[in-house]
Nanobody, 124 residues
Framework: QVQLVESGGGSVQTGGSLRLSCAAS????????MGWFRQAPGKESEFVGG????????YYADSVKGRFTISRDNAKNTVYLQMNSLKPEDTANYYC?????????????????WGQGTQVTVSS
């Protein structure tokens, strides 16, 4: 079992940057493909991006491609979401999740473990 804890959320102005972290417990973190999702009030959950267990494959939603970067440090049991050029529409609660897929997937049901989320607010 894996426990996930996100951190790094906050409030920034348009064009600003934030780096979210997702710290995992357990010795098998390096076996999991990790995903980031977000959910804004009144909207459905949205896949942001993901990274394979080795870090060699990343995948991003079109809405964040070129602005967001996902990385991981398996020695630290941590996955990161670097968010640059933030826009008001990026405002949401951001969640990390773990799955056993070889590559990241956009399907929520594939992810077995979820963090509690961290809020990101981007003001114009």
């Amino acid at each position: 079992q894996v426990q996930l804890v996100e951190s790094g959320g906050g409030s920034v102005q348009t064009g600003g940057s934030l780096r979210l972290s997702c710290a995992a417990s357990g010795r098998t973190f390096s076996s999991y493909t990790m995903g980031w999702f977000r959910q804004a009030p009144g909207k459905e959950s949205e896949f942001v991006g993901g990274i394979s267990w080795s870090g060699s494959n990343t995948y991003y939603a079109d809405s964040v491609k070129g602005r967001f970067t996902i990385s991981r440090d398996n020695a630290k049991n941590t996955v990161y979401l670097q968010m640059n050029s933030l826009k008001p529409e990026d405002t949401a609660n951001y969640y990390c999740a773990a799955c056993w897929n070889i590559i990241p997937t956009i399907h929520r049901e594939s992810y077995a473990y979820w963090g509690q989320g961290t809020q990101v607010t981007v003001s114009s």
